[in-house]
């Protein structure tokens, strides 16, 4: 099941993909992360997905990744005694800590912490920016607000406020609880909600104690004016455009998409583009021409990954969605232009060992005659070195860890490969030379790039390259058995 492309596809499990048959349907269609929304559903049906794509993943003997997507702090307004309103532009409303439920002129927002931080001439969103709002006075439990666009709003609507640095947290009680469930369950990737800021980061990295990799979801302003902090101490970027097209100007997010899928590359960390991605597969079989273009410019761009939300979850054609997105990717990637845009696109490496050797492996494959190149590695950072590079041959990820293979699913252009401990770099050459052959990467007669690190087993201490010829490392397989 080697995929014919580099960047992954993630998709989204749900009412209409939860049973074995279809994640197999959909592992085998070209899907290799799943992603469990934790917005949804209880702790027990979590579980059970989780415990399916497991035994998927054991039955076609290749690595799966799981991501949790944790919920974040949501702000919904409360309920109205006819169950909606119908707002008009030009007149006012009042959102207030009253539980008594709404009318037409005022509803309950029961969060405080929103009428802290508001002043005046805010703006104010309500069910994904149909409506809007302009503060013209406030305090600590109301907002007077006059309505710029109007339209109907109902029992629970999300509520943004684009213009406000939020003092939330981004884990709510739900969040904590259910982060503590998921890195028990032994999921690979944590995704978090709603991040405004890096110690948003740093709090569920404590609560995880590393045993989940954090993905920020960029879908604030304020996530968005502190990229560079919240890089530094995240391990992946989702960039979920719903929310962010929410908060922002819409024709803000495809620079801004631009600019962070590239700034994580040049960081070497994967980068997802999320969100409507080709949201007419929800009832249609094929997507709109311009679904394909959008999911083609995030393929151009590099980024590492590409996500199917409500598409594969409860649409009625979850392996079609699939499908029709591993098509566009090995059409994209055999596009000659694909290969200038990556190459122009490349950022100079830091200066250090692992980045040289991962640099030169690049150089040498793209250069001579070399089929593949292979890296061995305990924590996954070698091998994301060599996917920031973006070289145009595969790269075969070793590990002796199911865990790293596991999370390097979701990182371009990487093959991940279970291997055994070796404890010397002749049977790690061999390990390679074996999974290249077997793997259909390379026949007996080509040759491929090995990097590793002396000593084995010690994370970050990339300091070897060498060119191995397959069939004569392969003479020494019985001593790597």
Not at 170 to 182: G, N, T, V
Not at 274 to 301: G, K, N
Not at 415 to 438: G, I
Request: glycine residues 6%; charged residues 25%.
């Amino acid at each position: 099941m080697r995929r014919m492309r580099s960047v992954k596809i993630v998709a989204t499990l749900g009412p209409a993909s939860d049973t074995y048959d279809m994640i197999r349907k959909l592992s085998e269609a070209g899907a290799d992360v799943f992603r469990l929304n934790m917005s949804h559903g209880t702790q027990e049906d979590i579980r059970e997905k989780h415990a399916t794509i497991r035994d998927v993943e054991r039955d076609i003997g290749r690595p799966i990744g799981i991501l949790a997507d944790l919920q974040g702090p949501k702000l919904r307004c409360g309920v109205f005694a006819k169950g909606a309103e119908e707002l008009v532009t030009g007149e006012n409303f009042r959102f207030d800590l009253d539980e008594t439920e709404g009318n037409v002129n005022r509803v309950c927002l029961p969060h405080p912490e929103i009428f802290e931080a508001l002043s005046l001439g805010e703006t104010v969103l309500v069910n994904d920016g149909k409506i809007r709002l302009r503060v013209t006075d406030c305090g600590d439990d109301f907002a007077e607000c006059h309505i710029e666009v109007g339209g109907t709003i109902s029992n629970r609507k999300g509520v943004n406020v684009p213009d406000v640095l939020l003092p939330l947290a981004a884990l709510s009680d739900k969040d904590r609880s259910d982060l503590e469930f998921a890195c028990q369950l032994g999921v690979d990737w944590l995704a978090l909600s709603f991040v405004q800021r890096p110690e948003d980061v740093l709090e569920a990295r404590e609560l995880a104690k590393g045993r989940a990799a954090l993905i920020s979801k960029i879908e604030k302003p304020a996530a968005v004016k502190a990229f560079s902090e919240i890089l530094k101490v995240t391990d992946g970027v989702m960039v979920a455009r719903g929310d962010l097209g929410v908060e922002l100007p819409v024709q803000d997010v495809p620079p801004i998409q631009k600019r962070l899928v590239r700034t994580c590359r040049k960081a070497g960390k994967p980068v997802i583009v999320a969100t409507q991605m080709m949201e007419s597969m929800i009832e249609s079989p094929v997507p709109t021409r311009a679904e394909v273009s959008d999911v083609a410019t995030a393929i151009y761009e590099g980024a590492d990954a590409v996500m199917l939300s409500a598409e594969s979850a409860a649409g009625q054609f979850p392996v079609e969605a699939v499908t029709t997105m591993n098509n566009v990717a090995e059409s994209v990637e055999a596009d000659p232009t694909y290969r200038d845009i990556i190459e122009a696109s490349r950022t100079p490496s830091r200066a250090t060992v692992a980045d040289a050797i991962t640099l030169a492996a690049r150089d040498v494959a793209e250069t001579t005659e070399i089929k593949a190149i292979c890296t061995f590695s305990h924590s996954g950072r070698t091998a994301m070195l060599a996917a920031r590079e973006r070289p145009a041959v595969p790269i075969i990820a070793l590990t002796p860890l199911v865990t790293t293979a596991r999370r390097m699913t979701l990182v371009w252009g990487l093959h991940s490969v279970m291997t055994s401990e070796v404890s010397r770099f002749k049977m790690a050459v061999v390990s390679a030379a074996r999974a290249a052959r077997n793997g259909g990467f390379a026949s007996d007669t080509d040759k491929i790039v090995v990097t590793a690190g002396i000593p084995f087993n010690t994370p970050g201490s990339t300091n070897i390259l060498r060119v191995a010829p397959v069939m004569e490392k392969l003479i020494f397989e019985g001593e790597a058995e």
